[in-house]
Structures are given as C-alpha cells and as structure tokens.
C-alpha cells in the first residue's frame, strides 16, 4: 500500500504563492505519475495538473502558465508551485499517483491539503 502525504496548504492573499508538496512511502509499487487535484465546495472534483514517469505535464486551463508541477529526483515526491492565486483557486487539494505492480495497475489519493485564498 502506497501512502501519499501533503502539505503546504494555507491562506494566502490574492495575487500569492504557495507551493504543495507530496511524499510517497516506500513500497514495491512504482509510481507512473503524479498529479494534483482539487474539490471546492459544492463543487467536484476537478484536476489542475498532471506529471508521467516520462516528465510530461498536463494543466487545467484555468491554471495554466500560474501553476507548475515538477518531480524530485527519486519521483516520489511531487510539488505544486502555484502563483498569482486567486479566490477561486480555493479548494482542497488532494495529491494523486497511479501504480504499477508488475503488471497490475491501481491509483492512490492523499489526504488533501486546504488553500484558501481570501481577500
């Protein structure tokens, strides 16, 4: 069983930054991407960005060129740059990772990290 934990979330002022992060335990999975998604209230889940094993990236338009998500090294570990954050960029953020088991796949989710950006 992978465990996703996050962290990073807060309050912050339109027009700021905050950067997430998400840490993968160890196990005999491999992870063949991460990404970030995110539920408002009243609202579903929707995704802002994505990262394979490979280095691509995808966005949600309505984040794109303001967000970046990258890898570390070991890519067990992903991050969420976000800028110029506006009030509806407010949510839960939950880190996401799909597995492979040999040949077996499957898919993990964090807990989820509350942003709050407030006038």
């Known amino acids: 069983q992978v465990q996703l934990v996050e962290s990073g979330g807060g309050l912050v002022q339109p027009g700021g930054s905050l950067r997430l992060g998400c840490t993968a335990s160890?196990?005999?999975?491999?992870?063949?991407?991460m990404g970030w998604y995110r539920q408002a209230p009243v609202k579903r889940r929707e995704l802002v960005a994505t990262?394979?094993?490979?280095?691509?990236?995808t966005y949600a338009d309505s984040v794109k060129g303001r967000f970046s998500i990258s890898t570390a090294g070991a890519k067990n570990t992903a991050s969420l740059q976000m800028n110029s954050l506006t009030p509806e960029d407010t949510a839960v953020y939950y880190c996401?990772?799909?597995?492979?088991?040999?040949?077996?796949?499957?898919?993990?989710w964090g807990q989820g990290t509350q942003v709050t950006v407030y006038l």
């Open positions: 996401h990772a799909d597995l492979r088991w040999g040949k077996a796949y499957s898919e993990t």
């Open positions: 990262i394979s094993e490979d280095g691509l990236t």
């Open positions: 160890r196990s005999k999975a491999e992870i063949i991407g």
